[in-house]
C-alpha cells in the first residue's frame, strides 16, 4: 500500500490541526493503520492506532484525549485530528499502515512521507 500524508503546518499552541493520509493500492479496510512522529534526534514514536477496520483505536498516553484517530475506508483516507495543541506536540507526522499490527512497525510497514507540524508558544 502507498501512502501520502497531508495537511501540517504551523498553529499556535491550543489550536486544531487535522492531518490527512491519502492510500492506495490495496485494500485499505484490511490494513491496520496509524500515525506516528518524530523529532529530529530522537526515535519516531507511536501516536495512536488500530488494527483493522472496526477495531478498537489506541493512543499513546501523551495524546489521549487530545488527538482522535479516524479512518474512512470508502476513500481510502486515514485522518489524525489533532486539538489543544502544545508546543511540545511539534515533529514530522507520518502515517503508517501494516498487513498485521501497527503499534510496533517492522519490515512490512509501509510509510507516508511525513508532514510537519509546528505549534508555537
Known amino acids: 500500500v502507498q501512502l501520502q500524508a497531508s495537511g501540517g503546518g504551523l498553529v499556535q499552541a491550543g489550536g486544531s490541526l487535522q492531518l490527512s493520509c491519502s492510500a492506495s493500492?490495496?485494500?485499505?479496510?484490511?490494513?491496520?493503520v496509524g500515525w506516528f512522529r518524530q523529532v529530529p534526534g530522537q526515535q519516531r514514536e507511536f501516536v495512536g492506532g488500530?488494527?483493522?477496520?472496526?477495531?478498537?483505536?489506541e493512543y499513546a498516553d501523551f495524546v489521549k484525549g487530545r488527538f482522535t484517530i479516524s479512518r474512512d475506508d470508502a476513500k481510502n483516507i486515514l485522518y489524525l485530528t489533532m486539538s489543544s495543541l502544545k508546543p511540545e506536540d511539534t515533529a514530522v507526522y507520518y502515517c503508517?499502515?501494516?498487513?498485521?499490527?501497527?503499534?510496533?512497525?517492522?519490515?512490512?510497514?509501509?510509510w507516508g512521507q511525513g508532514t510537519q507540524v509546528t505549534v508555537s508558544s
Open positions: 503508517a499502515a501494516d498487513p498485521r499490527t501497527i503499534a510496533v512497525p517492522n519490515a512490512t510497514t509501509s
Open positions: 488500530s488494527r483493522w477496520s472496526g477495531s478498537s483505536t
Open positions: 493500492g490495496r485494500t485499505f479496510s484490511r490494513y491496520a
